[in-house]
């Protein structure tokens, strides 16, 4: 069975989720703003969610279509394949949003969407009301500039929910930005990378999860595995392939940060992640590292400030990283922050930035180049 599918991902890491799709053979069919799209069958299903660091969720569409009443709402989801996806007894769960669109009403569109999928399945079986007793499925929509998607959502919980990261910091990073960042720095695995500002550690735990070939999956659970419609045992021999495919590379990484339960935050969740061997994990104050190698890589998510006192003393905070970057002996940095006068602070311009959103705040990663 072939069906067209799609993953939402945070904005400016599109181009990072089509090279991991097709790095493990999955053909990419559109790029759009926030989400790639891609045919395939159930194993190519599986493969996404169990490979795919950048991506929130991989989502079965089961509609795509205009509507600017309720009307055309309710034709066009009852009208959509559901007896092929769907059993009797499914239990529906409907999430989604409403933008730019005459259908303004996301609990009104949730509740004709419930209706119109309840119509379609109990017409398959013969049945006039769905019992709603068995598996779960979760059904999500979007209403932008009255186009329509429906779709299945195969993951569960997000992506980005890897499972080794039970607790966090205050302000944590997500892991599909961490994984994207440590992408765009191509550290390569030879070197020192050093993250000064770990928090709960996501940004060194990715940075190895992805030099080791660890499968951002490898040791969760997913949606798809309690499908009718999906064959059985699939999860378990992609996630069994996975684990064949583990590389036992040396890794050089530093876990620092100022704050002693980060630190110990940090080993808990690296040693669960399974790279609590390669990351070094210290306590101590960023502005005081110093390094005798050559040619290291640090990545890094120093804090923002939202208030003004917080924003001053954040200024503060890159004037003096700044200075501990230039006594450096040819390294790499790649500074993820929400400032806009970041460089004047540093006190170096950045060969190149990169615009990225840490949920709803726009950042942008300042890139400094080694010069080999």
Known sequence: MQFEMMIPCLFGVEAFLSRELKSIGIEVTSTEDGRVCFNGGYEEMAKANIWVRTGERVLIKAAEFYADNFDALYDGVRNAPWGEFLPQDAKLSISG????????SSPRCRAIIKKAIADSVGAKYGITHLPETGTEYQIRFSLLKDRVTVSIDTSGESLHMRG????????????TLAAAIVYLSRWRYENSLADLFCGSGTIPIEAAMIKRNIAPGINRSFAFEQFEFVPDGLADRIKSEAKALIKDVPLDITAMDINPEYVELTKANAEKAGVGDCIKVVLGNALDFKSSLSGGTIISNPPYGERLSDKEECSMLYKEFGKTYSALDNWAAYILAASDEFESDFGKKADKTRKLYNGMIQCRVYQYFSKR
């Open 164 to 175: 080794y990261r039970q607790l966090s910091n205050a302000a944590p990073l997500r892991e």
């Open 97 to 104: 949003h409403c933008l730019k669109s005459k259908l303004s």
